[in-house]
């Protein structure tokens, strides 16, 4: 089980490599030549001249190769050309925003998502299943743009639940740690005993969340629903009825834990894609994340910002994907001997 | 058919008239058709018949897993100790199922659910029917594993089923049939076809031993009568979802009366004829289609001794000895 966690962990380094060198060669690759596009066409050529040497642009492409791979194993991206700040800080304060919201839009779709595919799929052909597969239709069909704005009108206009958009009510401040506002929030809690922060933060996550969840869920349950009718047809499903296991327990243990493995990997699939997918939520509920962020400087050509940006969405992407085939291989015992 | 009712306190298990039916798409398929039959304690009854006579249908009709919809029950009883298990509600059912009825399954591959561990599955009945911490339950399977003779038990309860070979998993399979609180019948359905000769010997040993130590009864669900020689008491023949022909092991294979069964008898490479002999006997034709079958005897079309009575009319009960009877217009002699 160790080696083979410690095997997986070892791959990520050339995946991690070969993302990176990507992104490089993109971005250098890309039309144009950089510091005209950063400075305009009314830049004179000492400006031109100055700025590509600050970027390393005059210098051979082997040599600009390895120093920026030097500095990303540093952790340095540079600074960013629109506010001038260094990328990693901009990025450390931005990318838990998304993680945060990403997070738990996957918990709601997850959790939901596995309830209503069971539900389906032991409740087979009855009206319940159809309502909640006709439901899932909607769900994948809906744009978030639109829905994000009718959750906003139903709840924030109509009836003055939820907050229209941000992180946290503009009039508290708290002090952040680590930038995810739910555990700042509870640091605040633990310290001061005082729970509006959290309660804010939550009701700040709540319909951002359930909009950027909507599709994933309706894709898990789904999944769910196919998966467990196939294992509930499998054999030992009637050995386990055949021995008197009482019918919940043959559903939730004997047939969820063997119906979860492709539930899994959409799950990894559908969290990295949120990552990278938030933009639009992002926009719509003010969400101070990084899809909003990386948008923002591809349009204004902050290439630093860009390729830190890409550089860590990926890195989150791949990391997940070690997690899903970690939890894969505790789900399912056949893949830990192979 | 009415000597049976006599001898009801002795009998585990009684079937009475059964019919089962599945609708399909393309119609309804009568699995089984009036089926009687009888098990006494103790007994080892084997019901032999090629693939979709309605062997294993009549098996899970025992156990109450017919899927219903599509599977009906048409009509009948299923008398075990006394009770009407056709008229028992899906929680009355769990009490008997795994608790005095056990099952054995062909599959021994698929059978065992692949992401538990068997120890852990067989500690699982345990726990369904007994009220006992889980590391009691655990030994108790290890335990079991041992009496089921598989070497080192305590390691191989940690294994899971894709660590075991084919033998070693219906070894395992038994256990967990045995693990029953009171097992007082195990139906077996084609426990050993999956698995290779010498195992399969290995096996059917091991189930005779264990079921004259625990007391149970036991239904073998068969194609093979080498099986059937080696195991049964007594022996029901089923064609296309009839009894054709009923009789103790001795008598069936000493004097067949069905046909279908001389058939079958003859077909068998170790019959004492074929010394020398390069080619094996068939039966021809084949199994009719449930669908479209009428109410004649189902192996008139492929019967050499079939006459137009049997087209039409499905034959009556004739006994032949005081164990041996035979549905037959026209029986061998």
């Known amino acids: ?338 | 058919m009415k000597k049976h009712d006599q001898t009801t306190t002795a009998n585990l298990l009684e079937i009475q008239d059964l019919s089962v039916h599945f609708n399909t798409q393309r119609g309804v398929v009568k699995a089984v058709r009036d089926l009687s039959l009888t098990i006494k304690k103790e007994e080892t009854l084997a019901l032999v018949g090629e693939s979709g006579c309605g062997k294993s249908v009549t098996a899970h009709s025992i156990n109450g897993l017919i899927p219903v919809p599509p599977g009906i029950i048409e009509k009948g009883k299923i008398i075990f100790e006394g009770e009407n298990l056709l008229q028992k509600t899906e929680k009355e059912m769990q009490h008997i199922r795994g608790v005095r009825i056990s099952m054995i399954f062909q599959e021994p591959m698929t059978s065992l659910n692949p992401v538990f561990t068997i120890g852990r599955q067989i500690a699982d009945v345990f726990l369904t029917h007994h009220d006992i911490p889980r590391e009691e339950a655990f030994s108790r399977a290890v335990n079991l594993l041992d009496m089921v003779k598989i070497p080192s038990p305590e390691t191989r309860a940690k294994s899971y089923p894709h660590q075991l070979s084919g033998g070693m998993r219906q070894r395992a399979m038994i256990a967990m049939a045995l693990a029953s609180p009171e097992p007082g019948l195990m139906i077996a359905d084609e426990p050993t076809t999956a698995l290779d000769v010498t195992i399969q010997a290995q096996i059917l040993r091991l189930m005779v031993s264990l079921k004259k130590r625990v007391g149970m009864s036991l239904l073998l669900i068969t194609h093979d009568m080498g099986v059937v020689a080696e195991t049964a008491d007594r022996v029901i023949v089923m064609y296309a979802g009839r009894k054709v022909e009923e009789a103790d092991v001795y008598s069936l294979f000493d004097k067949p009366a069905h046909p279908y069964t001389l058939g079958l008898l003859n077909s068998l490479p170790s019959n004492r004829k074929y010394a020398g002999a390069s080619r094996l006997e068939a039966i021809p034709g084949t199994v009719p289609d449930l669908l479209t079958i009428n109410d004649g005897c189902p192996f008139a079309n492929r019967c050499p001794r079939a006459g137009d009575i049997c087209r039409s009319v499905f034959p009556g009960e004739t006994p032949l000895t005081e164990h041996h009877s035979v549905w037959c217009h026209n029986h061998v002699r």
């Not at chain 1, 992104?23 to 690759?29: G, H, N, R």
């Not at chain 1, 994933?216 to 509930?232: F, G």
């Not at chain 1, 559908?270 to 990386?294: V, Y």
């Open chain 1, 1 to 338: 089980m160790l080696s083979y966690i410690l095997k997986r962990i070892g791959l990520l380094i050339p995946t991690l490599l070969g993302v990176i060198t990507l992104v490089f060669f993109m971005i250098s690759l890309s039309p144009g030549d950089p510091a005209r596009v950063m400075l305009g066409e009314r830049a004179s050529a000492e400006q031109l001249e100055k700025l590509r040497e600050d970027l390393g642009l005059d210098r051979p492409l082997h040599q600009q190769y390895f120093s920026y791979l030097s500095r990303i194993v540093r952790l340095d991206f540079g600074k960013s050309i629109t506010t001038g700040r260094p990328v990693i800080e901009e990025i450390g304060q931005l990318f838990p925003a998304t993680m945060e919201l990403a997070f738990f839009a996957m918990l709601l779709a997850s959790g939901l998502g596995i309830i209503i595919g069971v539900v389906s799929a032991t409740k087979r052909n009855t009206p319940l299943d159809y309502a909640s597969m006709i439901g899932a239709l909607f769900g994948v069909s809906m744009p978030v743009f639109w829905l994000g704005l009718v959750l906003i009108m139903i709840f924030s206009v109509g009836l003055d639940l939820l907050p229209t958009g941000g992180r946290m009510n503009i009039r508290l401040y708290m002090e952040t740690f680590t930038n995810f506002y739910i555990i700042d929030a509870l640091i605040a809690l633990f310290r001061k005993g005082d729970i509006t922060y959290l309660g804010s933060a939550l009701k700040h996550l709540i319909l951002p969340a359930a909009a950027l969840g909507t599709i994933p869920l309706a894709i898990i349950a789904r999944t769910t629903r196919s998966s467990m009718l196939e294992v509930l047809k499998q054999d030992y499903i009637k050995t386990a009825r055949a021995a008197g296991i009482p019918e919940g327990k043959i559903i939730f243990r004997y047939a969820l834990k063997n119906a979860l493995l492709p539930i899994i990997t959409v799950i990894g699939i559908q969290f990295g894609l949120l990552l990278s997918g938030a933009i639009l939520t992002e926009t719509i509920f003010a969400w101070p994340g990084i899809g909003k962020w990386i948008y923002h400087s591809i349009s204004a050509r902050d290439y630093p910002a860009v390729q830190g940006g890409i550089i860590i969405i990926s890195t989150v992407f791949v990391v997940i994907n070690l997690l899903v085939d970690i939890l894969y291989s505790v789900v399912n015992p056949r893949v830990r001997l192979s």
